[in-house]
């Protein structure tokens, strides 16, 4: 199948954009084009005008400010996988890039593409509310940022307007003593997940201060499990609490199809992960596929 006929344009300038957005309603950003042009292909979009973001200066780069990592709305999935700021502030992150899709796809596809897309099993929507980052969006009125946590509203669905770009991303810096743990269960390397976790645990003097647990995929969008935190916050993370946060984590699950399935993947992917959150040398904040170069 052939995409519809549509006007395409390519601004040199964020503001170029958002004005092109505002004056073309039903327009749609490209920026890697791995989900865009399939959907263009299979017809399931036909929008009137394609905004060609890719010669935008500025939105390709990944940086350090203070406390935060910012990802601009240009780097592709590869440029995050390999970036050493991303390994070492933002380990969470490096963990779950290798999952994303294929070597070609990380190559093109972009970070914030992804969060974007909003596609309920994707890796870095499940990241961004798991670690509770901002997104850094523009649109007529000037720019905002928007909690990852109130982004997602749905299927395939955000705060972001019709008229709004989103440029960028930012990460909080993994604190110290902070464990991250990130894993899935698809069918093949590579493709989406059935089910993924995405986990980030802080504690003081071996008590849990801070528990944020996204399970994803299942659902239709990300959000962090209000159950896990309650459970865990104030106690020892051992292998009662894990135990507790699993039942309750797989019983307030809903997802929308194979229930029951879902809730086994889960359990099971529950149990094998979150004993890597408890005390002890902090081992997984070494990004192993980093090191050894991602398949
Ligand atoms: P595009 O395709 O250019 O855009 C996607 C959507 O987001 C469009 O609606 C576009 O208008 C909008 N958009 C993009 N950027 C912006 C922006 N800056 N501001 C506003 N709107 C924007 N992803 C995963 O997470 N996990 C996987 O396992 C996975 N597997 C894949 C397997 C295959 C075979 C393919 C083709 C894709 C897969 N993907 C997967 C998707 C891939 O990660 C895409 O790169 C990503 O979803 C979108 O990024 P993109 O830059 O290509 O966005």
Redesign the pocket.
Known sequence: MKAPPFRYARPETVAEAVRLLAEHPGA????????????LQMRL?APVLVID?NRIPGLDSIRRAGDRLLIG?LVR?AQTAGSALVAEHCPLVAAAMP????AA??N???T???L??A?P????PACAVALDALLEISGPGGARSVPARSFYSGLFETD?AED????GVSLPVAAPGERFVFDEI?RRH????EVGLAARRRAEGGRTVALDLVIFGPEPCPRPSAAAREIALHRPFDAACIAEITAAVTAEMEPMAHAAVRRLQAGALLRRCLPRLADGPPDHLKNENHQQGIP
């Open positions: 749609r950003i490209l920026a890697g084009g791995q989900s865009l042009v399939a959907t979009s973001i709305a999935h999952h994303v899709a294929h796809i990380r093109r596809g972009t914030c593409g992804s974007a897309n596609d099993a994707a890796e870095m972001l709004e770009l989103l440029t698809a590579g493709d989406f997940p």
